[in-house]
């Protein structure tokens, strides 16, 4: 199985800050890599595909890079309404793994 | 509009079963390969289990692989996972979600508001 690791693990940071996401696979993903936003009672919403294909209605404050095994998630001025958890997740091989999760809070 | 409605959740106890529906509507459900995700309390997003669109096509992952069952019924825009030999891990809000691909690379854009299953005595 492909692991996927996420860093860190949670962060504190301030509205209007820049916050980094990284993703690493423990093996080649090509760009099968999609990142997710996930508040709490609410489904998983897609925001990123295919490393950095924005979803539609998806704030362009969002961004995504990386090939091969390591990834990243950015989001150039967090937002109040960006507080939440982000997953990446891998669809290379099956089973579809997921990071296991940055839980983005407020400084 | 997409939506998918999962319902069948529930307090079960251990070693029981509970069958898992997704009604789906606003698309050609049987378009569409579909998937199970999972997310138990204070946990991760966990995928469990993918079909095709013709049911020719299916995964399980290993946490899962022999006690639970998934299958569609295309004439009635249904996802269903039967789940036997429940375990308290399985303690979890279960997501169906509709398969994507761009060039190939495979995402879920939509996903149902989730239903809880609570394995406990």
């Known amino acids: 199985d492909i692991q996927m690791t996420q860093s860190p693990s949670s962060l504190s940071a301030s509205v209007g800050d820049r916050v980094t996401i990284t993703c690493r696979a423990s093996?080649?993903?090509?760009?099968?890599l999609n990142w997710y936003q996930k508040k709490l009672g609410k489904a998983p919403k897609l925001l990123i595909h295919?490393?950095?294909s924005l979803q539609s209605g998806v704030p362009s404050r969002f961004s995504g890079s990386g090939s091969g095994t390591d990834f990243s998630l950015t989001i150039s001025s967090l937002q109040p309404e960006d507080f939440a958890t982000y997953y990446c997740?891998?669809?290379?091989?099956?089973?579809?793994?997921f990071g296991q999760g940055t839980k983005v809070e407020i400084k | 509009e997409v939506q998918l409605v999962e319902s069948g959740g529930g307090l079960v106890q251990p070693g029981g079963s509970l069958r898992l529906s997704c009604a789906a509507s606003?698309?050609?459900?049987?378009?569409?390969?579909m998937n199970w995700v999972r997310q138990a309390p204070g946990k991760g997003l966990e995928w469990i289990s993918y079909?095709?669109?013709?049911?020719?096509?299916?995964y399980y992952a290993d946490s899962v692989k022999g006690r639970f069952t998934i299958s569609r019924d295309n004439a009635k825009n249904s996802l269903f996972l039967q789940m036997n030999s429940l375990r308290d891990e399985d303690t979890a809000v279960y997501y169906c979600?509709?398969?994507?691909?761009?060039?190939?690379?495979?995402?879920?854009?939509?996903w149902g508001q989730g239903t809880l299953v609570t394995v406990s005595s």
């Open positions: 606003g698309f050609t459900f049987s378009s569409y390969n």
């Open positions: 979600a509709r398969a994507h691909y761009d060039d190939y690379v495979e995402y879920f854009q939509h």
């Open positions: 079909i095709s669109t013709s049911s020719s096509t299916i």
């Open positions: 997740q891998q669809t290379y091989s099956t089973p579809r793994t």
């Open positions: 093996q080649y993903i090509s760009n099968y």
């Open positions: 295919a490393v950095s």
